[in-house]
């Protein structure tokens, strides 16, 4: 059984940076896609960013592109969001997706995921 664990969640001020933990426990996670979502309190959850399983490609949302960062480590089982200059519409729980495809073909929609995290809370304040 595989198990996905967001860490790295907090409350910030507006302009501020936190980093966003995924680790991956039960099999090694390294031939899958990773990816970041997101859901905001009474919305859908939103796609934020994905990596091919290589760590190769990477795609994000057009309200983060430039301020945040996907990144993986395979040794580690374990895949990180750093996040910057952060908006108070950034404020959402956060949950990491594994997509078995390893690609990026279908990583904005929520329903091509194999596994997923509980989430981890990120508000940001003006």
């Known amino acids: 059984q595989v198990q996905l664990v967001e860490s790295g969640g907090g409350l910030l001020q507006a302009g501020g940076s936190l980093r966003l933990s995924c680790a991956a426990s039960?099999?090694?996670?390294?031939?899958?896609?990773l990816s970041w979502f997101r859901q905001a309190p009474g919305k859908e959850r939103e796609f934020v960013a994905a990596?091919?399983?290589?760590?190769?490609?990477?795609r994000y949302a057009d309200s983060v592109q430039g301020r945040f960062t996907i990144s993986r480590d395979n040794a580690k089982n374990t895949m990180y969001l750093q996040m910057n200059s952060l908006k108070p519409e950034d404020t959402a729980v956060y949950y990491c997706?594994?997509?078995?495809?390893?690609?990026?073909?279908?990583?904005?929609?929520?329903?091509?995921?194999?596994?997923w995290g509980q989430g981890t809370q990120v508000t940001v304040s003006s």
């Open positions: 997706a594994a997509d078995r495809t390893g690609g990026l073909g279908a990583s904005r929609y929520p329903g091509s995921y194999d596994y």
């Open positions: 039960g099999r090694t996670l390294s031939t899958y896609a």
């Open positions: 990596i091919t399983w290589s760590g190769g490609s990477t």
